[in-house]
Every structure is written in structure tokens, then in C-alpha cells.
């Protein structure tokens, strides 16, 4: 079993940046991948970025070159760098977790940005960029 807390939401203007942190407790992260993912009202929770266990990563579209998913295995943290941040990408941000099988190559293949492959959830914590 493992228990997700993200942290660092906040309310920034357009252009802004934050810094979201996901800290684990209950198993070790080095056997599971990891994942940012996003629900703004009314929408559908969303796959935002994800990291392998190899530290190899995947970025929606609309994040690329903006965002950037990085892990600490060491101290079971996952981070989500996010600059130059729009109205757009006000939502409520989770972090997700599933643990890698053996017979699957990679994490990209396994779960990639899936809603439904991750098992482990955080609560949430809140972007909100003003115009």
C-alpha cells in the first residue's frame, strides 16, 4: 500500500511558475511508475506527465517544453516543475502511482499518461493562474 501527499499548489499569474512535490510513504517508489496528472471543473481528469523507473519520461502535448516531471527514488519524492504557466492549466493536480510489473519493458508502455492504470492516488493540491 502506498500513501501519496502532493504539495506546492498555489495561485500564480499567467507566465508564472510552481513547483508541486509528491512525497510517498509505504513502499519504496524505485519499483513504480509515477505520474502528474490534472482535473479542472467539469472536465476530465487528464494525464499530465509520467516517469519511468528509469527516469525516462512523457508529457501530454499541451505541457511540453513547459513542464518537467523529475523523481528522487532515494527519498521517495516525485516533482512537477511547471513555468510559463496559463489560465489553461488551472486544475486540481494529482499524483498517481502503479507498480511496474516484471514482464512489462517500461513504464511508458505498461501506464503511460492512463487514467485508469495508475492504482495509488494523492489527495490533490490546487494551480489556479489568473489572467
Same mark, same amino acid.
Given at each position: ?10 495561485? $500564480? ?9 509528491? *512525497? ?7 519499483? #513504480? ?6 482535473? *479542472? ?6 494525464? @499530465? ?13 499541451? @505541457? ?29 493536480? #494529482?499524483?498517481?502511482? @502503479? ?14 499518461? *492512463? $487514467?485508469?492504470? #495508475?492504482? #495509488?492516488?494523492?489527495?490533490? &493540491?490546487? $494551480? &489556479? $493562474?489568473?489572467?
Amino acid at each position: 500500500q502506498v500513501q501519496l501527499v502532493e504539495s506546492g499548489g498555489g495561485s $500564480v499569474q499567467a507566465g508564472g511558475s510552481l513547483r508541486l512535490s509528491c *512525497a510517498a510513504s509505504g513502499d519504496t517508489y524505485s519499483t #513504480y511508475c509515477l505520474a502528474w496528472f490534472r482535473q *479542472a471543473p467539469g472536465k476530465e481528469r487528464e494525464g @499530465v506527465a509520467a516517469t519511468g523507473i528509469d527516469g525516462g519520461t512523457l508529457y501530454t502535448n499541451s @505541457v511540453k517544453g513547459r513542464f518537467t516531471i523529475s523523481r528522487d527514488n532515494a527519498k521517495n519524492s516525485l516533482f512537477l516543475q511547471m513555468n510559463s504557466l496559463t489560465p489553461d492549466d488551472t486544475a486540481m493536480y #494529482y499524483c498517481a502511482a @502503479v507498480r511496474r510489473p516484471p514482464s512489462a519493458w517500461t513504464c511508458a508502455l505498461y501506464a503511460g499518461l *492512463a $487514467v485508469g492504470k #495508475y492504482t #495509488y492516488w494523492g489527495q490533490g &493540491t490546487q $494551480v &489556479t $493562474v489568473s489572467s
